[in-house]
């Protein structure tokens, strides 16, 4: 408008006076209704388009939340963890007077000494590539148990099992409270059985319903019988079990001939040597050959019950053998 004016001014004659302005007054005026009205919309577009990209977002967040609910809603693990749990692992570990391995140099010292022992990958056990060689370690009770549940898993479904944890320093398990909140303190009474030892954490991520069973199984009989305490963690992929010093005695008994199997606590009683003569009713104490000697003392030993039957020796090279 008011550059219409200067050049009205410019010819010589009144702007609101002309033609050309009475024409142009209601285009400029229609001109600027339609920008506003374009510029109200495109703002209201704006929003609107900006509240949906909130809600989705919003969306996706609640969903797995959702999800988290109804896991804790449903979880009801057979081992599941507690405080109370930690703390009397801890005295049962404080009887055997373990000590928690503090660093580096006290590690080095247990594992040059042999009360630590390393647990090699197999075909029937699969030690996580991403442990340090000198974490690759375990008292050797707690190797015992994972040859034993390798091979008896490997069997059931020709796939070895994974460790993805064993043995820990305090200043490791201080650094891993500070990106696991549901780590276990590196001292106190509720302190990580890790830094004695004993534990071992093996992957569940990936196993079948029927593997998942399976191992239940096997560790419930080893559970009751005081060997084993596991624990299935929820926030990770992991069975957290605490070997105790008991499984050593329960894993020579498994390897005198003629026991049975992991998970068979009780042990089954010797049979006869094959070249033992038979013994049949038709025959009377008279007549029936003597047994071997063998035969004779545990028969011996089984007509004095306040007597324990003599414990057959059991071969254990050294090199299996940590200090005590």
Same mark, same amino acid.
């Given at each position: 408008m008011i550059f219409l004016g200067t050049i009205g001014a410019r010819l010589g004659y009144n702007p609101e006076e002309s033609r050309i302005h009475i024409f142009l007054e209601p285009v400029l005026r229609l001109l600027r209704t339609f920008t506003l009205v374009l510029l109200f919309t495109a703002a209201l577009l704006t929003t609107a388009r900006a509240e949906t990209q909130?809600?989705? #977002?919003r969306h996706r967040a609640r969903k797995p939340t959702a999800n988290r609910r109804l896991k804790r809603m449903v979880w009801n693990p057979l081992f599941a963890g507690s405080h109370s749990m930690l703390v009397r692992q801890n005295q049962q570990l404080d009887l055997l007077e373990l000590p928690r391995i503090a660093n580096e140099e006290q590690l080095? #010292?247990?594992?040059?000494? =042999?009360?630590?022992?390393?647990?090699?990958t197999t075909s029937s056990l699969v030690v996580a590539s991403n442990l340090l060689e000198n974490r690759r370690y375990a008292r050797p009770w707690t190797r015992d148990f994972l040859n034993d549940l390798g091979?008896?898993?490997? *069997?059931?479904? =020709?796939?070895?099992?994974?460790?993805?944890?064993? @043995? #820990?320093?305090?200043? !490791?398990?201080?650094?891993? *409270?500070? *990106?696991?909140r549901n780590a276990a303190p590196q001292e106190g009474e509720t302190a990580s059985t890790h830094l004695t030892g004993v534990t071992v954490d093996l992957l569940k991520r990936g196993m079948t319903q029927r593997q998942h069973n399976w191992l239940e199984n096997y560790f419930l009989p080893l559970k009751e019988a005081g060997l084993i305490e596991p624990i299935e963690e929820r926030r990770q992929p992991v069975f957290h079990i605490v070997v105790f010093d008991t499984y050593a005695a329960y894993h020579a008994q498994k390897l005198v001939p003629g026991t049975d199997g992991a998970g068979d606590i009780e042990m089954q009683p010797q049979s006869a040597p094959a070249d033992a003569p038979a013994v049949t009713e038709a025959l009377s104490p008279a007549e029936a050959p003597? %047994?071997?000697?063998?035969?004779?003392?545990? !028969?011996s030993a089984t007509d004095r019950p306040?007597?324990?039957? %003599?414990?057959?020796?059991?071969? @254990?090279?050294?090199?299996? !053998?940590?200090?005590?």
């Open positions: 909130q809600n989705q #977002r080095l #010292r247990l594992e040059e000494a =042999g009360a630590l022992v390393p647990v090699p091979e008896a898993y490997h *069997r059931e479904f =020709g796939q070895p099992i994974v460790a993805t944890s064993l @043995v #820990r320093t305090a200043d !490791q398990q201080k650094k891993l *409270r500070r *990106r696991n003597a %047994p071997p000697d063998s035969l004779a003392a545990s !028969q306040d007597e324990a039957p %003599p414990q057959p020796a059991v071969q @254990v090279s050294t090199a299996s !053998q940590g200090a005590p």
